[in-house]
């Protein structure tokens, strides 16, 4: 039996997590995972590994961890991947993805690329607010909102 049991860190391993991130998930959801004590450790069960996966399908979805949690109130947890998959595919449905176009997608800086523009602005070592730190990197990449008329 113990060999099917899994670290907090292993399990965020398998699922393809980093151990900061899945320990984040865990924490946030921890009511809805199973876990198995032994040796006085909390571990995780090859069930729990399923559940973790299916979280993170929700949130490669689009889905926020609040999001899944009123999912996972209404709806349960799943009790296998066929379950599984008709929630991702109803969620799939109606997650609405309001003003989004994928022509222009490519042209929105990643944060990598944000990343040199803003040490760079920060290096003075002022405090600025987030406005103004926005503002900056929106005047650097010369990016503007596009407003859509009714």
Sequence with gaps: MTNNLLTKTKMSELVGWSEANGRRWVKNLKEYIPTVTSQNRIMYTMESLR?????????????????IKQILSKEGLPKDELEEQKIIEQCKATREFKNYNEEIKDTIPSTGEMMIPYLKLIRDG?????????EKLVEYFKLRAKTNKI
């Design 51 to 67: 559940i973790m996966k299916f979280f993170k399908r929700l949130n490669e979805v689009g889905l926020t961890i609040p999001e």
């Design 126 to 134: 002022k405090a600025y607010t987030a406005s103004e730190i926005t």
